[in-house]
């Protein structure tokens, strides 16, 4: 069957494909704010002049500067096929966990240092767990998993899934940050096995 001559590919409408596109030109904007000037001279006007798009686009797409950094942020690579299933056993529900944020500091090498090094700073409220509406993207992964081993019995219904989940959520932002700024020296990866792994340990074999 042919596709619409409205549709491309990917089975979007133009008016989606110039969406994506828009979308795409902005965030290249505020990246190469970040990246030249930091995060003081990220402003939206700014970022529509170095888009080349008008306020109102910007509000199109976005509520905030923040908003816009924190979508492309949990922007991320597709996550592994095993997280939709529960875990068989405490081992795997830590690797599985581990393989997440894996996957997050890949993508992290894809933005960069420097857009990383200007991203993570207080002034950030797309960092702010008490006034952003949404939870990031790998923390509603790795909760979604750890309920599945919850009601596979791996793991006990008492677990405070909150605690744990902020928990990881602070060993990574420490990873990332000190990845970011040491200039990208730190082997993210190594680093985020080994503490993600060591607090796991420690929680699942207070809880077995």
């Known amino acids: 069957m ?9 089975g979007l409408s133009r008016q989606q494909l110039k969406s994506q596109r828009t979308k795409a030109r902005i965030f290249q904007a505020a990246k190469t704010i970040l990246q030249k000037r930091g ?8 970022i529509c002049e170095e888009a080349g798009v008008s306020n109102g686009s910007f509000y199109h797409h976005f509520q905030t500067k923040d908003d816009l950094l924190s979508y492309y ?11 939709s299933s529960a875990p068989n056993s405490l081992s795997e529900a830590r690797e599985q966990i581990i393989r997440v944020y894996l996957n997050y500091a890949s993508y992290c090498r894809e933005l960069g240092v420097d857009f990383l090094a200007s991203y993570y700073t207080p002034k ?3 960092l702010n767990p008490e006034s952003r509406t949404e939870r990031p993207y790998p923390i509603l992964t790795v909760r979604s998993y ?9 793991l006990p219904d008492t677990l405070n899934l909150e605690d744990v989940t902020t928990d990881i959520r602070m060993l990574v932002i ?6 970011s700024m040491r200039s ?4 993210i990866e190594t ?4 503490s993600i792994g060591t607090y796991l340990d420690g929680l699942f074999s207070s809880i077995s």
């Not at 995060?39 to 700014?46: D, G, R, V």
């Not at 750890?146 to 791996?154: G, V």
């Open 2 to 10: 042919n596709k619409s001559i409205d549709e491309n590919e990917n």
């Open 39 to 46: 995060y003081e001279a990220l402003s939206i006007k700014n």
């Open 73 to 83: 942020i949990e922007e991320q690579p597709a996550l592994p096929p095993e997280l």
């Open 124 to 126: 950030n409220q797309a």
């Open 146 to 154: 750890l309920e599945k081993a919850i009601a596979n019995h791996i």
């Open 174 to 179: 420490g990873n990332v940050f000190e990845w």
């Open 184 to 187: 990208g020296q730190p082997d």
């Open 191 to 194: 680093n985020l096995r080994r």
